[in-house]
């Protein structure tokens, strides 16, 4: 995320274990959507509701919650590298990557959670080639 976006650095306190800490919460989330990939709606919608209401009070804006899905998608694309026999791998990421940032993005908008526009989107895509950009 800091890379996609590297003006969010400014947005973690200075106080040299911020970003530490919030790459702890980052794993246990993604250990969590793991856990709950059957279940998203109750088991893990309600958690993105509560993480994104808790960062309404900070200048976090969408592409913020954009480069977070996107930081996501190409650390997992970089683990399971390129080739056919991932595609389906990949385009799970997409749409796990995109629930999670629409989630927590609406959240700390105060918007109400009733649509993911980026999983809606993806739906609508062929089979062709999912690449990260």
Excluded at 49 to 65: D, N, Q, S, V, Y
Excluded at 94 to 116: E, K, M, Y
């Amino acid at each position: 995320m800091l890379e996609k976006c590297p003006e969010t650095k400014k947005l973690f306190n200075d106080d040299g274990g911020s970003i530490d800490r919030h790459t702890k919460y980052f794993v246990d989330l993604i250990q969590s959507a793991v856990e709950n990939i059957n279940d998203m709606e109750t088991g893990l919608r309600p958690w993105l509701e509560m993480l994104g209401k808790g960062h309404a009070g900070f200048a976090i804006r969408t592409k913020h919650w954009d480069a977070f899905g996107e930081g996501l998608l190409t650390t997992i694309s970089q683990w399971i590298g390129p080739g056919k026999l991932h595609r389906e791998t990949i385009r799970s990421w997409t749409l796990l990557s995109s629930f999670i940032a629409d989630q927590l993005g609406s959240a700390s908008r105060g918007s109400p959670i009733c649509s993911t526009p980026r999983i809606q989107l993806l739906t609508l895509v062929s089979d062709g080639p999912l690449t990260p950009t």
